[in-house]
């Protein structure tokens, strides 16, 4: 399986929102659950929705796959036969949500039956029994499942395992922090505004309490420069129309963590690359490490992606910033199709991965992965590495990063290439990163995503 597309972080809003009836918001919600459960993407299921459903069907399947482990465990003592996919989907939306606090229970059972009616009737009477059933016995059932990892955590059982084996004194804390919402982080564009003028921009439009304080300082990490200013992180998201010249390109939104990808290397070394310098961003897409490099410095930037829809996205997003860079469609592991010959003076590498560390923004992610695709995606993270250093100048950097908690798309794979390859020196950067504030040395505060860093040199 690719990496998932990592379009920019959805805005989350209240199942409440909107005024579209519960019935008609579950109907959608139940789509989206079966179709995550057969595969496929809920990002690319969202955006199938009508404008008018997809805030709402949105909410509720956040809320809904965020738990649909312990409803999964839930419907299968309730329902041991699992009942026709749509149903089945209804049903576990309507548990997961019962296990909240979004709706007056009595009310979603009643609009859960009347959604099957209009979708499934002969199956209504099931549901109502089954939801009533759940209600009755809450404290029962709930207390029959506590055991069980995959109904307590809302992970698989080889996530969980895996992260055991990875962080045996923070894999309760990264499971814990995945089921978290997620805060909107926002990153300046300098070449318009200093992070200072645009915060009182946000303060002056109620976005922003005025005595909020620097909420994220991962930019001010020690391995990044320490003139590199802190990201603006907003507690509740708002539509990217309500920020203050985000047309204009005054403002992107990009989390914490992916915001130390562009200074760590236009900084590399302690050097800043020099203008006209050629930077190649390797798996570029969406575009948001593109659009910061340039930002940072008067670069010449070669923009690769192997898919050309989500090239569009980058050519989008440089366009709204009033940015340049040469976007080219093709396979980064096979650069004879697509390499002009001149050495790169620097490589940023944001290789496919599992997207394990962004499951706060993208809680499909967890139920779409099979353990067999760690593996797999190493062996996809090792061939482009290997295809793309003989591309970088002697003296050079290659940043790479991964948006991954899972130490074989990580370290391990720096490990073993440092190994294999003479003429790579590891220099310092940041590791792994992890979402949880108990990991991290507490001056830096991150409550970004989960990533990954390695910074490479090339020996002459």
């Not at 809003?13 to 109907?27: E, K």
């Not at 738990?67 to 996919?85: F, I, N």
């Not at 989500?310 to 009033?322: A, C, I, Q, Y």
Request: proline fraction near 7%; hydrophobic fraction near 45%; include cysteine.
């Amino acid at each position: 399986m690719s990496r998932p597309a990592r379009p920019s972080s959805p805005i989350e809003s209240s199942p409440q929102a909107g005024s579209l009836p519960l019935w008609q918001l579950l109907s959608g919600c139940a789509d989206a659950v079966a179709a995550v459960r057969q595969g496929q993407s809920l990002t690319d299921v969202l955006a199938a929705r009508r404008p008018q459903e997809r805030p709402g069907v949105q909410a509720l399947s956040f809320a809904v796959l965020r738990r649909l482990g312990t409803a999964e465990a839930l419907r299968k003592k309730l329902v041991p036969k699992a009942p026709q996919a749509w149903v089945d989907a209804l049903l576990l939306s309507a548990l997961a949500l019962a296990c909240g606090t979004e709706y007056n229970e009595h009310t979603l059972v009643d609009q859960a039956v009347e959604a099957a009616k209009r979708r499934a009737r002969p199956a209504s009477g099931m549901v109502n029994a089954v939801l009533r059933r759940f209600l009755r016995e809450r404290g029962e059932l709930l207390a029959g499942i506590e055991q069980d990892p995959v109904a307590s955590f809302n992970h698989p059982a080889w996530w969980i395992k895996r992260l055991k084996q990875d962080w045996p004194d923070h894999w309760q804390a990264i499971l814990m922090a995945n089921q978290e919402q997620p805060p909107m982080t926002l990153r300046v564009n300098q070449r318009h505004h200093t992070v200072k003028a645009y915060r009182q921009q946000l303060i002056d439009a109620g976005i922003l309490s005025a005595d909020a304080g620097h909420e994220a300082q991962a930019s001010g990490a020690p391995v990044v420069p320490a003139d590199q200013p802190d990201p603006i992180v907003l507690a509740q998201g708002v539509p990217v129309n309500r920020l203050p010249g985000f047309e204009q390109g005054d403002v992107s939104v990009q989390d914490a963590a992916a915001q130390i990808a562009a200074p760590l290397l236009v900084h590399a070394g302690g050097r800043t690359l020099p203008a006209g310098a050629r930077v190649l961003d390797a798996c570029a897409a969406p575009g948001g490490k593109t659009a910061h490099l340039l930002e940072l410095a008067d670069l010449a930037v070669t923009a690769l992606d192997a898919d050309p829809q989500r090239l569009v996205r980058v050519n989008e997003t440089l366009s709204r910033l009033g940015l340049s860079a040469r976007t080219i469609a093709a396979d980064a592991s096979h650069p004879a199709g697509w390499w002009d010959g001149q050495a790169f003076d620097a490589i940023l590498l944001d290789a496919p991965c599992s997207a394990s560390g962004i499951v706060r923004r993208h809680p499909d992610v967890r139920w779409l992965r099979r353990e067999s695709d760690i593996s797999a995606l190493a062996r996809t993270q090792d061939a482009i590495l290997d295809a793309l250093w003989p591309l970088l100048k002697p003296g050079g950097h290659l940043l790479y990063c991964t948006c991954s908690v899972f130490k074989m798309e990580g370290q391990d794979r720096i490990d073993a290439f440092l190994q294999r390859t003479s003429d790579a020196q590891a220099r310092p950067s940041p590791g792994h990163l992890l979402p949880v504030v108990e990991y991290l040395d507490p001056a830096r505060h991150n409550r970004g995503d989960g990533f990954f860093y390695a910074l490479l040199s090339k020996t002459t």
